[in-house]
């Protein structure tokens, strides 16, 4: 069976430093990879998505980044975090392949970023 | 317009029926789905429709889809205390890349 995981669960970070949340994916390959953030009170925001290797689109325009060096790793960034960066970060899965995807998204249990 | 519409809040007593509506955007949508979001975690698949269905039902669960009017909905039946949690509807937009695009949820909150 496939598995998300998510690290950390929470961070607190001050303004201007540096960012790296990880998420991995088990059990299957060559899945299409995304970030959603949840800002309190709000809906999820997708802010990045990849359909494999290298491959990163980005949905918002802001100071954060994304990366898969991995087949199953995807990873969200900041150079400087700022105070309006706080939110719930989830990472998904789904199925990946040609066509229409018909595959639901997979949530990690997500991380809690406080920026101080 | 461009959102998926979800009321923000339902009350409903321990026991009785719940129901949470959804308007979405894209006729076009193959898959519309609801997710449940209990305090602190992750978005857990509940159930999904395909489109060319009216109606699905999974237990406590039933989903109606009318296509018409855009327009999905979740009823729980018998509703418990561990249900109490956010509701999210998702379509698919196959003319957007096939992104799964989010309401911002329902609160569905039981009263004893």
């Known amino acids: 069976s496939q598995t998300i995981h998510q690290w950390p669960a929470t961070l607190v970070q001050p303004v201007g430093s540096p960012l790296s949340l990880e998420c991995t994916v088990e059990?299957?390959?060559?899945?299409?990879l995304y970030w959603y953030r949840q800002a309190a009170g709000r809906g999820l925001q997708l802010l990045f998505y990849?359909?494999?290797?290298?491959?990163i689109s980005s949905e918002v325009p802001q100071n954060l980044s994304a990366s898969r060096p991995q087949d199953r790793q995807f990873i969200l960034s900041s150079k400087k975090l700022l105070l309006s960066d706080s939110g719930f970060y989830l990472c998904?899965?789904?199925?990946?392949?040609?066509?229409?995807?018909?595959?639901?998204?997979?949530f990690g249990n997500g991380t809690r970023l406080t920026v101080t | 317009g461009e959102d998926v519409e979800q009321s923000l809040f339902l009350s409903v007593r321990e026991g009785d029926s719940s129901v949470i509506n959804c308007t979405y955007t894209?006729?076009?949508?193959?898959?519309l789905y609801w997710y449940k979001q209990e305090p602190g975690a992750g978005l857990q698949l509940l159930t999904y429709?395909?489109?060319?269905?009216d109606m699905k039902q999974d237990q406590r669960l039933t989903v109606l889809l009318n296509k018409k009017d855009k327009h999905l909905s979740l009823r729980i039946a018998d509703t418990q205390t561990g249900d109490s949690a956010i509701y999210f509807c998702?379509?698919?937009?196959?003319?957007?890349?096939?992104?799964?695009?989010f309401g911002k949820g329902t609160r569905l909150h039981i009263l004893p």
């Open positions: 998904a899965w789904a199925r990946g392949g040609q066509g229409i995807n018909n595959s639901p998204l997979h």
């Open positions: 059990g299957t390959s060559n899945p299409n």
């Open positions: 990849s359909v494999g290797i290298g491959q």
């Open positions: 894209d006729s076009s949508s193959t898959y």
């Open positions: 429709i395909f489109s060319n269905m």
């Open positions: 998702a379509e698919i937009r196959p003319n957007r890349d096939d992104k799964i695009i």
